[in-house]
């Protein structure tokens, strides 16, 4: 184990070529500001070292401006879309999943608990307004600090043994995070789908803020934004993972300039943003990005009608020779990219539910393991995915540095004699006279799986299956809702078992964050009371009743605590061993893959890539500000 650990972040040309910058190369979309004077130019308008993408060195051709890309929505809620693909953070991932400054000019960590964040000069918000330490600042003082809009405290994510870190301002571009023992999860976090807000922009929010703004005046902007207080108000005007707010500044390659309610959604490139290519063009290159609100069910189909230039958001594997078809009517192309969660779907028992007699059922392993090893998975991946996909129990895929080949296969295999026999273990072996096993009570065995309706994919699987348990003598419904009335269900102990997809990072490397494998969130439907338990410091849910989950959340927080990438990985290893050795969840097949469909002329897109929310941000860590369309013949 090494006794310090530096890492130094900095891109490897932070200069343009000589000529690059003087050659100006403005976006025609800014031509009518430009000449207005409203817009400064492009020299005065990037960071003095910004972050330039070498795309021929990643193996893609620089582009050209303009254009706009149409996509399709399931509800207003997805514009959150933008601020995954878009992936701007301070610190993200590339296409290798290794760590990279971004929105930062270079970071530094020593041991993982002294952080150094390095601000890129003369660097702008979305609004022209200068990025500096003073955002930083109030983040950390006014708004984390801030006892009225963080009563629950600190996010986990910034305590470590319960204290949060030492903040400071070193000059304008440099501030500092330390902590008394090692945080791996910080930079991660900032790196994630849904990062941890460290930077907000401090001229915009301040107007927000009780000890910056003047009470009559607070009073009127609640008034005005209808909020009953002024923390409801900054919280509102805040929100930068879901862009609701057209005027809040943002860092991001396009922004926001739709105000909710809406059944279209415009996005327009950010006049500031701080990536350039190598001959100089400030990136995106495209310059708008327009989403359209459609019920979810349509989405395939106005996607192969032509309605879409990006498309990959309400496609299922099921929609891929629709879509191939669709080539052969526009001028579009469909490939196919691998997913990156442990199952495509899985099936969740409630730990938590609240029956008494399926709660006992659902706890007892030999329970979830005959239920897995009755299905046959075999028989899914044919008629389902072509043979196309992995048969595999919901865990980490070959992609990881963490795979191993057990885990793949553990209660995994079709073995429904095996299966029998764990249930008269567990002594249900009692028959009503449709061959179902009886539960103690009386009551038939039938399992009502509960799916929030938003897939066809969800309702094959489940028939199929169907199949499969009624040979071992278990009935299976399905029954299917909304999604938010899904996930209340779950957490108040009425849904008995439900599908979801597996593992979200499915592709993790050691110094990933494992708290997937824990009971760490209410969003976990196979123990949302617990994980309730874990986010909320103990305020809500319960406590682990089993030892198992408490030895995942103990494990947890060891490798928060490990200095050393060596020791992470031991903590991986154990982990990913309980939880598939428990079947927590009854992954189905993974690797499965993903439709995407672009228009023809839309480059840069790679033909191949690993799709997922977590850690790859469905296209972000592609760079879609460096997608370009190439003129028509």
């Not at 703004?213 to 879901?242: C, G, N, P």
């Not at 008269?424 to 006279?433: A, K, S």
């Not at 991986?572 to 672009?598: C, H, K, T």
Request: net charge negative; hydrophobic share 40%; with cysteine.
């Amino acid at each position: 184990m090494m006794d310090r650990r530096t890492f130094l972040g900095a891109m490897a040309a932070t200069l343009l070529p000589v000529g690059v910058r003087a050659a100006g190369r403005e976006p025609k979309f800014f031509e009518e500001r430009l000449l207005a004077g409203s817009l400064d130019p492009i020299e005065m308008r990037l960071p003095r070292h910004p972050r330039v993408v070498n795309l021929g060195d990643m193996g893609r051709k620089p582009g050209v401006y303009g254009g706009t890309v149409r996509s399709i929505i399931g509800s207003q809620k997805d514009i959150r879309l933008m601020t995954i693909n878009g992936y701007a953070r301070l610190v993200g991932y590339d296409e290798n999943l290794a760590l990279q400054p971004d929105i930062l000019e270079s970071f530094e960590s020593i041991e993982d608990r002294v952080f150094t964040f390095k601000i890129r000069e003369g660097h702008r918000w979305s609004d022209g307004s200068l990025l500096t330490s003073e955002d930083f600042r109030y983040t950390w003082e006014d708004v984390y600090m801030d006892k009225d809009l963080k009563r629950g405290g600190l996010p986990r994510e910034l305590l470590v043994d319960g204290e949060g870190p030492g903040f400071e301002v070193l000059d304008a571009y440099t501030v500092r995070y330390t902590w008394k023992s090692p945080n791996p999860d910080f930079l991660p976090r900032i790196a994630a789908p849904q990062p941890l807000v460290m930077v907000m922009p401090a001229a915009y929010m301040k107007q927000f803020h009780k000890r910056y703004q003047d009470e009559f005046r607070l009073s009127s902007l609640m008034k005005e934004y209808k909020a009953k207080k002024w923390v409801d108000l900054h919280i509102k005007m805040s929100r930068s993972y879901r862009p609701e707010n057209p005027d809040l500044p943002t860092l991001d390659p396009w922004r926001n300039t739709t105000a909710p309610p809406s059944e279209q959604f415009v996005f327009e490139r950010n006049p500031f943003f701080h990536r350039v290519d190598e001959n100089g063009l400030q990136l995106p290159y495209i310059d708008r990005i327009l989403l359209s609100v459609s019920a979810n069910d349509i989405i395939a189909a106005k996607t192969g009608a032509g309605e879409a230039d990006l498309q990959f958001r309400g496609l299922d594997f099921t929609d891929y020779a629709f879509m191939k078809d669709a080539e052969k009517r526009y001028p579009v192309k469909v490939s196919l990219w691998k997913r990156t969660t442990g199952s495509q779907a899985a099936l969740l028992p409630n730990l938590n539910t609240a029956d008494p007699v399926w709660q006992t059922l659902m706890r007892d392993v030999r329970f979830r393991r005959a239920l897995s090893l009755a299905i046959d998975r075999s028989e899914i991946n044919k008629v389902v995915f072509y043979g196309l996909a992995a048969e595999s129990a919901d865990t980490v895929l070959p992609e990881s540095p963490l795979f191993k080949p057990e885990l793949k296969t553990a209660w995994a295999t079709f073995d429904p004699a095996a299966a029998n026999k764990l249930l008269d273990e567990i002594g249900l072996t009692e028959r009503d006279d449709d061959g179902l096993r009886l539960l103690p009570d009386g009551r038939s065995l039938q399992i009502i799986v509960e799916t929030a309706g938003e897939s066809t994919l969800e309702t094959d699987l489940l028939e199929l299956i169907t199949d499969h348990w009624r040979e071992i003598g278990v009935s299976l419904f399905i029954k299917t809702s909304q999604r938010d009335v899904f996930r209340s269900r779950a957490i108040s102990g009425t849904i008995m078992m439900s599908m979801w997809t597996g593992l979200d990072n499915g592709v993790p490397t050691a110094d990933m964050n494992p708290g997937q494998l824990a009971p760490t969130s209410d969003e976990q439907l196979q123990w949302p009371l617990w994980g309730s338990y874990y986010l909320s410091n103990g305020m809500e849910g319960k406590a682990p009743e089993m030892p198992e989950p408490q030895k995942l959340v103990d494990l947890l927080g060891q490798w928060r605590h490990a200095s050393a990438t060596e020791e992470r990985r031991r903590i991986w290893d154990e982990m990913l061993s309980i939880y598939s050795d428990q079947v927590f969840s009854i992954g189905i097949v993974n690797s499965a893959l993903q439709p995407m469909m672009r228009a023809a002329r839309l480059q840069n897109m790679p033909d191949k890539g690993l799709f997922g929310f977590d850690p790859t941000c469905y296209l972000g860590v592609y760079m879609p500000d460096t997608f370009w369309y190439q003129e028509e013949a």
